[in-house]
Nanobody, 125 residues
Framework: VQLQAFGGGSVQSGGSLRLSCAAS????????MGWFRQAPGKEREFVAG????????YYEDSAKGRFTISRDNYQKMVYLQMSTLSPEDTAVYYC???????????????????WGQGTQVTVSS
């Protein structure tokens, strides 16, 4: 599975962005999909994840209530709708996938097998 993230850009604080992740090279039906981010000088961190059916979503505390992850298995797309953005959200955002039918709030954060190239999100104050 190859992943390509896009949709990043520069916005002002309080603004919104929608990131997209396109999968190719195979189906993502039985894949957990996740979004991660890495800010300059910081380690990559989990932002949001979604199970393969799309009926369970998980979020890092900072993303809860502001970000929404969703997926379209037919189109092989995963989305991250981000709102009320702040400068602390500035980072390179990566989509990731792992093939598993089961996931928990703990396991959704780790052990992804496939990664996209990242898309830059810059939020100015």
């Amino acid at each position: 599975v190859q992943l390509q993230a896009f949709g990043g850009g520069s916005v002002q604080s309080g603004g919104s962005l929608r990131l997209s992740c396109a999968a190719s090279g195979g189906t993502i039906d039985i894949y957990v999909m996740g979004w991660f981010r890495q800010a300059p000088g910081k380690e990559r961190e989990f932002v949001a994840g979604i199970n393969w059916r799309g009926d369970n979503a998980y979020y890092e505390d900072s993303a809860k209530g502001r970000f929404t992850i969703s997926r379209d298995n037919y189109q092989k797309m995963v989305y991250l709708q981000m709102s009320t953005l702040s400068p602390e959200d500035t980072a390179v955002y990566y989509c990731a996938a792992k093939r598993t039918a089961t996931v928990s709030a703990k396991t959704v954060r780790v052990n992804y097998d496939y990664w996209g190239q990242g898309t830059q999100v810059t939020v100015s104050s």
